[in-house]
Nanobody
Framework: QVQLVQSGGGLVHPGGSLRLSCVGS????????MGWFRQAPGKEREFVAYISISGRTTLYTESVRGRFTISRDNAKNTVYLQMDSLKPEDTAVYYCAAECLGTYYSTSYSYWGQGTQVTVSS
């Protein structure tokens, strides 16, 4: 079992930045792949970013590439999503996910965080 607790998020103006954190507990965090997803009102949950166990491989959805950065600190059992140059269309509830069971961009992860709201508005 892995428990994921998220923090960060909030309201930011367009062009601003936010950092989301996701702390894992339970199983050995350093041996699990991690991802970030988001869900806007009335839409399906969509893939945002993925990071491998070592952290050497990172993958992003096209709409956030170059603006968002996923990283992990295995010593702190934490994965981060640094979000820069935020746009109104980035507004959504963001979820961290652990242990990818299928393709990295699908929702087939074993464990999910509680979600945190990110609102980009002037």
């Amino acid at each position: 079992q892995v428990q994921l607790v998220q923090s960060g998020g909030g309201l930011v103006h367009p062009g601003g930045s936010l950092r989301l954190s996701c702390v894992g507990s339970g199983r050995t965090f350093s041996g699990i792949t991690m991802g970030w997803f988001r869900q806007a009102p009335g839409k399906e949950r969509e893939f945002v970013a993925y990071i491998s166990i070592s952290g050497r491989t990172t993958l992003y959805t096209e709409s956030v590439r170059g603006r968002f950065t996923i990283s992990r600190d295995n010593a702190k059992n934490t994965v981060y999503l640094q979000m820069d140059s935020l746009k109104p269309e980035d507004t959504a509830v963001y979820y961290c996910a652990a242990e990818c069971l299928g393709t990295y961009y699908s929702t087939s992860y074993s464990y999910w965080g509680q979600g945190t709201q990110v609102t980009v508005s002037s």
